[in-house]
Each structure stands twice: as structure tokens, then as C-alpha cells.
């Protein structure tokens, strides 16, 4: 198997969520207003589309091309009503920007309403609000990193400062099942523990990219969910995500891109699209499952280090 590298903008995208990179002061149009109103309102506000909202319920969703077409057709006393779109595609707030950016490239869609568990509106989400939260969080970890330079110096050390035939630091997690809100909160751990101990940049992101989609498995598809323990030795990195939840029927097809066990609810939140394992696959440098129907679940995730913490690589062919 050959790895792919994983850039710092593609961990941003698996790994941040919707809610951090979604604008929070929605302009919102009230059904009862004219498409006249509507362009008014979004010269005024420098918005290219807006949600039509009667009370806390959205109705639909207006565009700029909307407005154009009822002013080139003379219709800009028309009810937003009747020209706005009625079947709305929203995202949750705790999908992952991947899931945003899918919507918005692959289905062309140019904005998208975000909403939290219970459908209420609590954001929007564009490329340009993505792009400019993206940015940010890049800064901000350019100056975190900056900051913690002294303070990761001695961890950094940590295999030759201690004396001993095998040096190891075990970090473990406990992931509880259909808990959306702290899913990715392991990840963003162990991401930071591996940056306290050295381990180079590149390697970081992809182990990132990996627990991430570990987690949100055992977040969706368990009953009771499950343990993430990270071993972290000089050569290199081992990961266990374990469950004691149902177990899977059919490992070959599970680990089909696109394939999903998740139940259509899930599916319906933005989860479960079928590349987790598929994506862990690409990033590790071995990766095994063991399940059965009613045995559990355990995934096994691997990454090799050279002896000064830089990522190494291994032949499929080679692999035992």
C-alpha cells in the first residue's frame, strides 16, 4: 500500500468541523417581502443569498441569480415566495468541512444553511467563509506552534532522555457512542501530544486524518462505544480504536470506498458516507480490521518513524 501525504489544509478540512468555519450573523429574509426588498436588503447587507425564514423555520433559500432573473423579467414586486428555492440543503454544525466543501463543489451548491441537531438555523457556510476560517486557523496554529516551541522541548526528548530497552507513551481515550458534539476531541488530543513529543509535521497530519475517522466510526456505528489507545515509541506510531459493540458483517465490503452500514438517520446528519476506512487506509503506512457479526470491532493503524521521528515508508510487499 502507498501512503499519500496529507497537506495542512486537508487535515483542516477531515478534521475541523462546520460550526467553526460557518459565518454566525445570518441575514435572513421574512417571507412576506418583495424580490424588490430582497435585492435592497442584499445590496445593503453585500450578500449574494439569503434563507427565508417565518419564525424560527426556514422555508427556503434566495440567491443573487434569483433577483436577477425576476429584474431582467420585471417581477421584482413578486413575493420572495414565489421564486425563492423550497427544498433547502442544510448541513450540521458538527459535520466535518470535508462534507461542506462535497456539497458545495460536487453539488454546486453556493451556500449552504447550517443547522444543529434539533434543524434550528445557527449559521451559514460558503467558500469564502470556509476559506477565510481555514486561513485562520492556520495562523492561529502557526502561533500556537511558536508558543509551545520551549514547552514541547522537553517532551521532544523524551525517548533518549529515559534509560531503558523500550521507551513508550501510551495515551487512551474513551469515545462514547452517538455523542456528535465532542466527536474529533481524541484527534485534536492526541494531534497535540504528537507535536509535544516531536514527531515531524507530516506524520502528525495524517495520524490526525486517521484517529479522526476512527473516532467518528466508533461515534456512529457503535451501541456502547469504544477505546482509542496510542502507542507512541521511537520507530513508531500504533493506534487501537477497540468497540464491544455488534460487530461487522462483511469486512471486504466495508473497506469499499463509498460502502456505509450507517442507518439512513446518520446519513441524513452529513455522517457514515462509506470513506473512514478508505481514508485511514491512505494515510497509514498498515492497517488491519478484525470483526465479526457480535464479536466487536477492532482496527489496528500503524505509522513507521525513522530514528529522528520523520515518517518512514514500507512496500506493501514487505509488510507483515
Given amino acids: 500500500m502507498t501512503t499519500q501525504e496529507i497537506t495542512k489544509v486537508q487535515e483542516l478540512i477531515y478534521t475541523t468541523r462546520v460550526e467553526t468555519v460557518m459565518a454566525t450573523n445570518v441575514v435572513v429574509v421574512d417571507p412576506s417581502m418583495t424580490m424588490g426588498e430582497v435585492k435592497r436588503l442584499m445590496q445593503e447587507k453585500r450578500i449574494s443569498g439569503a434563507p427565508v425564514m417565518r419564525g424560527d423555520t426556514m422555508v427556503g433559500i434566495v440567491s443573487m441569480t434569483d433577483v436577477l432573473d425576476v429584474t431582467e423579467q420585471g417581477l421584482l414586486g413578486d413575493p420572495v415566495t414565489r421564486h425563492m428555492t423550497r427544498e433547502v440543503k442544510t448541513i450540521l454544525k458538527d459535520s466535518s468541512v470535508l462534507e461542506a466543501v462535497s456539497n458545495l463543489d ?66 487512551r481515550f474513551v469515545v462514547a457512542e452517538k455523542d456528535f458534539d465532542n466527536a474529533g476531541k481524541a484527534a485534536s488530543a492526541i494531534k497535540k501530544s504528537l507535536q509535544r513529543l516531536g514527531v515531524i509535521p507530516s506524520i502528525v497530519r495524517r495520524v490526525a486524518v486517521a484517529v479522526y475517522e476512527a473516532e467518528m466510526n466508533l461515534v456512529i456505528h457503535t451501541d456502547v462505544g469504544g477505546v482509542i489507545t496510542v ?78 521521528g520523520s515518517g518512514g515508508r514500507m512496500d506493501a510487499s514487505k509488510k507483515t
Avoid at 522541548?153 to 513508550?168: K, P
Fill in 106 to 171: 460536487r453539488q454546486g451548491f453556493a451556500r449552504l444553511p447550517v443547522v444543529d441537531q434539533n434543524g434550528r438555523l445557527v449559521g451559514i457556510v460558503t467558500t469564502g467563509t470556509m476559506i477565510r476560517a481555514l486561513l485562520r486557523e492556520m495562523d492561529i496554529s502557526f502561533q500556537k506552534k511558536e508558543a509551545e516551541k520551549l514547552q514541547s522541548y522537553r517532551a521532544r526528548h523524551i525517548f533518549q532522555d529515559i534509560v531503558s530497552d523500550d521507551t513508550s507513551v501510551i495515551l
Fill in 231 to 308: 502507542d507512541v515509541r521511537s520507530r513508531r506510531i500504533k493506534i487501537n480504536a477497540v468497540d464491544h459493540g455488534p460487530g461487522i458483517e462483511d469486512v471486504v465490503k466495508v473497506l469499499q470506498p463509498g460502502y456505509s452500514t450507517a442507518p439512513e438517520w446518520i446519513r441524513d446528519m452529513g455522517f457514515g458516507a462509506g470513506m473512514g476506512l478508505a481514508n485511514i487506509k491512505r494515510c497509514a503506512d498498515v492497517m488491519k480490521l478484525l470483526s465479526g457479526p457480535g464479536s466487536g470491532t477492532r482496527l489496528d493503524i500503524e505509522f513507521l518513524l525513522d530514528n529522528d
